[in-house]
Nanobody, 122 residues
Framework: QVQLVESGGGLVQAGGSLRLSCTAS????????MRWYRQAPEKQRELVAT???????NYADSVKGRFTISRDNAKNTGYLQMNSLKPEDTAVYYC????????????????WGQGTQVTVSS
C-alpha cells in the first residue's frame, strides 16, 4: 500500500510563509494527481490546489497568486508553498494522491495523509 505523510505546518504571523511537504512511501508503482485540501473548524473540506503527474496545476480562487503547488517525482514528494498567509488560511491541511501500489498496479486508489495544522495569527 501507499502512505502519505505531511509536514511543515505550524504557527505563523499574517503575511508570513510556510512550505508544506507530502511524502509518499510504501509499495509505490506510480503517483498520478496530487492535491492539497484544507479544513477549518466547522467548515467543509476545501480543495486548495492540484498538480497532475505532468505538472499541470490548478488553484482555488482564494489562494491564487499566493500558494504554489509543486512536486518532485524522483522523491515521491509534493509541496505547497504558501506565501502572504492570512488568518483565514488557518486550517488542517491534507495531502491527497491518486496512486497505484506495486501489488495492484492496475488499480488507481485515493490516499490521504493525516493532516498538518496551519495557524495564521493576525
Amino acid at each position: 500500500q501507499v502512505q502519505l505523510v505531511e509536514s511543515g505546518g505550524g504557527l505563523v504571523q499574517a503575511g508570513g510563509s510556510l512550505r508544506l511537504s507530502c511524502t509518499a512511501s510504501g509499495s509505490i508503482f506510480s503517483i498520478n494527481t496530487m492535491r492539497w485540501y484544507r479544513q477549518a473548524p466547522e467548515k467543509q473540506r476545501e480543495l486548495v490546489a492540484t498538480i497532475s503527474s505532468d505538472g499541470n496545476t490548478n488553484y482555488a480562487d482564494s489562494v491564487k497568486g499566493r500558494f504554489t503547488i509543486s512536486r518532485d517525482n524522483a522523491k515521491n514528494t509534493g509541496y505547497l508553498q504558501m506565501n502572504s498567509l492570512k488568518p483565514e488560511d488557518t486550517a488542517v491541511y491534507y495531502c491527497n494522491a491518486n496512486a497505484r501500489a506495486t501489488s495492484e498496479p492496475r488499480l488507481l486508489r485515493s490516499y490521504w495523509g493525516q493532516g498538518t495544522q496551519v495557524t495564521v495569527s493576525s
